[in-house]
């Protein structure tokens, strides 16, 4: 794993959001360092200090997002 982005790689892995082969490597690379261990458990920690926010859009941000999409589709179909 590259030294420069190994935090960055952990926030992913924990997000669920690196491939499996990221998700492969890292999870070998826990197994065998300590010191990788000690910052991903530090970084759970953080995540779920986190607060337990949900973002809803209005009704109107959805029916301007419907529209946008509706006029986009047609002008690809002409």
Do not use: C, G, W
Request: glycine share 0%; proline share 3%.
């Amino acid at each position: 794993m590259k030294q420069t982005s190994t935090s960055e790689l952990l926030v992913q892995f924990l997000y669920k959001e690196t491939s499996l082969a990221e998700s492969l490597e890292i999870a070998e690379e826990l197994e065998n360092d300590l010191l990788l261990v000690e910052e991903f458990h530090e970084l759970q920690e953080a995540l779920h200090e986190l607060p337990k926010v949900q973002f809803n859009p209005s009704s109107n941000t959805i029916s301007r997002i419907l529209k946008y999409s509706k006029e986009a589709t047609l002008e690809t179909l002409q």
